[in-house]
């Protein structure tokens, strides 16, 4: 599993509280964890000093992940698909990390991961009634522009020390509440141990989102400082046990995204639009690149990320798609809307923000499709073209002051976006190709040949030509150029006649213009109504609530167990041994050549992955999942088949996590790819390589 | 547009009564065309003596097209997009008679079209009395035993002579009647001519189902007999004159499939379960086509026709699903059922068909998946899996009684199964293990790796060895070994080691268990309970109602006429002229060979297309549109993309059919691809090559 940040923002801005239907429910912040519930459940609960040694141990990956330290050297326990990307930009034909695993002799041959970043949250703080007073009585577009603003200065303000902090104001509770989370930021990270990516992905698509599972989906980075292996003196133990059948687990991680309390109106835009079309785009561009990749064994390799991250998400949408046409599902949030409407009916204070929802979401309606194509344009599928729009963007909002700039190139968002841009990754011609003419194509198959910026865009070109034109022609896969151009600032993207760049310059009045008309008549309106329909919440249900996910720091509950399928009990555990009773020769079911090499000396009977009722979601890749006693017993890498409709609900009697054991890892560390000196680390030893 | 019968197919057994809404709403039988509405709204209507002239004159093709005689030897004018595929395979690497069209010098050279099959409907006999005496009280896999055993006996006895006739009973109002049709068949049909691909599709994918248009989707075929062309009286005049606004229009020809009375769950399944998952399979297998069709111009042309294939069924039910999610579309049918259910309320003789449509539509639900990856296995996107199976099937059903074999298999059916079979068109290896492989990759996605069926059929190995055992070992490519496989019936079946023939072996005895389910299970209760909605229908509307389309003939009537598009007028025609103004020099706006060099001799005022109110769905394409006169003024080849909610219902505002006139063809037979004879032929004259 894996966080689709960039599919999920296309739902944007709808985030919204909810009141646990089910025991296990729930994504907690860490200032709100509830302790009473916990206990009345488990007869224990976590206090203060537990809360405060875990989140300080718990690891944000700028990439959409997360993550945990687990040794006192900045070691960093995490999921290999969190690192693939990583390992991908690592390899050459000669050296594919992806396939053959990376395992680091020494520290001094840790490779640094590109664009990648760690982050700790270190404080939380409220600033609700900040924001709140810059809001005043604005709406529109007037509203968006005072709120972003002191959001923009709040953030500033709050991390003067922009190398080593990073401030963000997240908005919970659907404009209820905003606060401050501050983070330490490591952005030098290295890859120190990944397994064999068949071991990892052991299964493939076929079985992501299944259980019984058999898949080392874990890995392993450092932070570094000024150099050198960052002091985390804040780590989680590590603990190399079988989970046991029952106990409580805790997952504390950064998941992406929720709709807990989408409105009817809402749920119905995103049945019958929004998945719809991302489904089917995303299926055509799968076949595309699927084809694409059987031509010759590099290009397999070359895009076998891409393949997992638009799979991955297919399979997650589709998830939501049939959670959303299925009437059992369905009829309790609906159920849940018709109560509360009936709380609130006459209520002066709270209005009819339904209404008012309904109103923007028309509207929304209307000018989706230029949104979907117009407003990233090719930037959706290609790495060149993402640069080119970054590119294209900050020279125009640089030279603004902070608090009218867009989001990503404000004064605490640049650094990253900086790092992202310049940092040095492999693209292919053929790749970015395939994503621009796909983009051109698809724009010109919905918005139609006559719509008025398509024949601006694509002149007389084929989708085919422009992408030709524009890959082949332009310089910003040399980061070096890409550098000149961010520090050219604006005289350099005007004077520039690189093809993509021009092409951005060309689409990018046409994207604000979306973009503004989105913040005015969807955002605004769509913010303020959720913000009293958050405040009828908490007067009907008390405020044991959680607010939507936000790719921000919680804490999830629950326990080690397994389900029933059919009528047909799913185990909660798998072992090593199985893999081999799953292999079949072939790919996806290929034995990776660890296992067949270690084949007498792996544990069979060993414990390999297994389920808990923790309620995560995409962006809790790679959280740990903690015992009682504040160790790791393993890292969250999945959800299954059911867990999928935890976008929109929680259902305790089949939603899993699916996550690799500490035991497993240990066992690949000790037989399968040996890593004497990491194990040593992970287990307190003295040895040093 | 093209008829989607495979995929129509899934729906199957949907067919119910409707009462028009509309004033041209209908797709009306040749024995109750609805005169006086008619003459109501346009001051005349056809005598019997027009229609039984017309009836004579209209031609179906097998492929799923329709057509109309044109000449008193045998000549057939119908669209080009229905003689593509025989055009494609009667090309080769040297000479592609798609791209550069055909234009047989002298009748001698006029090619024969494999697999092709035109036939005229010669009489309908109602036999409703006949098939409900066989069916007596019986109910469930009896019902449909004792239905099917007495069709097959009346099509038997009714066409006695299977070289010259072909008989099929058709339900009609879901079993509220039943017509027996016998058809004069013409089994050796030629192309004559058709223009260059690139002005048949002019526009191409892009353009399909839009409007302004300039597409020369006509194409001439004959019919022959005994080696000469047929003769045929009996034919419609060629009138190549333009269209006048407002004109009252014909469009005779055989709507393939609608579901214009579905009940609210029968639609649910298709909004929620098979339009998306048919649409989601139609967009990977798309995507991956594209990709690999870009590996070389030979598979350019090659995959050519099933590209567009598999684009046109996908925009036809885009449209459909879209229609379903529009929910004012939707409301008029929802208030259609819940007057209906309103009238009926305590009627004992109608009782509740809907509540057992939704107790029979819950099994289906069960499964749905299985059937659509199973019943035709590979089937479904190889020709060479599709001979397969109907080797493996027809050894097994001929050594039945004629009233116990699938359908297909009958008597009356056989001979142009056989045909089909035993034709020789060419395959593409590369094009029939991207099909295999594509099936079986979607097979395990959807129904799960460890699913007992996927096990038995993939056993070890991977979706793309699979097919690349099958289709480089099979011998099915070569007719004569399929003829011989064919002759040498149950013992030759048994005997092959054709790695094609024994995967459908093992396929079978589920594929038929899974049509027996349905049968059973779906079909049986949901045609009993539909013939009592057609029965409720009828008592509370009166009679003047039509039955959903059946790939049977039907006359529809409207006018020449635009319509208004988000406030602005589309006009009625377009003009030859128009294509080079919307030429672009790239596909699939580059203006075809034949359209450069006539530039000056082309009437660039010249009406091309053109649009009307009829009534049409696929199936209709290449229907004649017939003035007042009984004369042909153009073929139907699309409706705009309003007409795809067609399949659920008729919004006259809106749906308009798209032509190509006779003025335009007239042209094309003058000046662009000349054809004096052809032009003679249709005009009267006497001249002959």
């Known amino acids: 599993m894996r966080l689709t940040l960039a599919l999920a923002s296309a739902a944007a801005a709808v985030i919204a509280l909810v009141a646990p239907a089910s025991a296990e429910e729930g994504m907690w912040t860490f200032d709100a964890v509830p302790a009473e519930a916990i206990k009345a459940a488990y007869g224990w609960a976590p206090d203060q000093q537990w809360l405060d040694r875990t989140r300080a141990a718990a690891v944000r990956l700028t990439g959409g992940c997360s993550a945990s330290f687990v040794s006192p050297d900045g070691l960093i326990l995490t999921n290999h698909h969190c690192v693939v990307g990583c390992l991908q930009n690592l390899s050459s034909a000669d050296s594919d990390l992806v396939a053959g695993g990376f395992n680091a002799a020494d520290r001094a041959r840790e490779m640094k991961c590109p664009g990648q970043q760690a982050e700790v949250v270190t ?40 190398v080593k902090t990073r401030c963000q104001v997240v908005t919970l509770f659907g404009g209820g509440q905003y606060k401050l989370y501050q983070y330490r930021k490591y952005s030098d990270v290295r890859i120190a141990w990944a397994p064999e990516f068949q071991a990892a992905f052991f299964g493939g698509d076929p079985d992501n989102f299944n259980f019984p599972r058999y898949a080392m989906d874990a890995a392993f980075l450092r932070a570094y400082e000024d150099g050198k292996p960052a002091a985390t003196p804040a780590h989680l133990a590590w603990n190399p046990r079988a989970p046991k059948d029952g106990e409580i687990t805790f997952v504390v991680g950064n998941p992406g ?214 890959v082949t022609g332009t310089k910003l896969a040399d980061p070096a150029y890409r550098k000149q151009l961010w520090d050219g600032g604006a005289a350099a993207i005007a004077a520039s006649d690189d093809p993509m760049i021009r092409f951005f310059a060309k689409l990018d009045p046409r ?150 054991s500490t035991a497993a890892i240990q066992q690949a560390l000790d037989v399968i790819w040996p890593a004497p000196a990491l194990s040593a680390e992970l287990n307190g030893g003295k040895r040093r390589r």
Request: neutral net charge.
């Open 511 to 660: 994207a604000r213009e979306l973009k503004a008309a989105y913040d005015r008549d969807y955002d605004a309106p769509v913010t303020a109504a959720q913000a009293r329909l958050a405040k009828a919440r908490f007067a009907a249900y008390g405020d044991k609530l959680y607010p939507d996910a936000t790719f921000t720091l919680r804490l999830s509950y629950g326990q080690v167990k397994g389900w029933t399928e059919r009528g047909k009990a799913v185990p909660t555990t798998t072992v090593m041994g199985g893999t081999y009773d799953r292999a079949t020769g072939q790919l996806p079911y290929k034995l990776a050549d660890g296992f067949v090499t270690a084949k007498s000396r792996i544990d069979k009977k060993g414990v390999y992955d297994f389920v808990t009722t923790n309620d995560i979601i995409g962006g809790n890749s790679g959280s740990p999942v903690i015992a009682r006693d504040g160790s790791v017993i393993g890292t969250a890498f999945d959800g299954n088949i059911h867990s999928l409709g935890g976008n929109f609900g929680y259902d305790g009697a089949l939603n899993r996590t699916v996550a690799v």
């Open 257 to 470: 995204s929720t709709q807990r309390l989408l409105t009817e109106t809402q749920r119905a835009f995103q049945r019958t639009e929004r998945l719809p079309l991302t489904l089917l785009l995303l299926s055509e561009y799968r076949g595309r690149l699927i084809a694409k990749m059987e031509e010759s064994p590099e290009k397999m390799r070359e895009g076998g990320d891409d393949l997992f991250g638009y799979e991955n998400s297919f399979k997650a949408l589709s998830g939501q798609f049939s959670a959303l046409n299925d009437p059992a599902f369905t009829a309790k949030m609906a159920a849940d809307e018709a109560d509360l409407r009936a709380r609130t009916k006459g209520n002066a204070e709270i209005g009819d923000p339904w209404a008012e929802i309904d109103t923007a979401m028309a509207g929304r309606r209307d000018t989706y499709l230029d949104s979907v194509f117009l407003e990233r344009g090719p930037a959706s599928y290609s790495t060149l073209a993402g640069y080119a729009q970054t590119l294209v963007r900050a020279a125009a909002e640089r030279g603004k002051p902070n608090g009218e700039r867009l989001p990503g190139f404000t004064d605490s968002a640049l650094p990253l976006t900086e790092k992202r841009l310049t940092d040095a990754v492999p693209t292919y011609g053929w790749l970015e190709e395939l994503g621009v003419g796909f983009w051109a194509s698809k724009a010109r198959e919905y918005l139609g040949t006559d719509n008025a910026d398509i024949a601006a865009l694509l002149g007389k070109e084929s989708p085919e030509a422009l992408a030709e034109r524009l």
């Open 123 to 162: 404080a939380i703080s409220d600033v609700t009634g900040d924001i709140g007073k810059a809001i005043g009585a604005l709406t529109g577009a007037a509203l968006v522009k005072a709120r972003d603003a002191r959001i923009a200065a709040i953030e500033a303000e709050g991390c003067t020390d922009r």
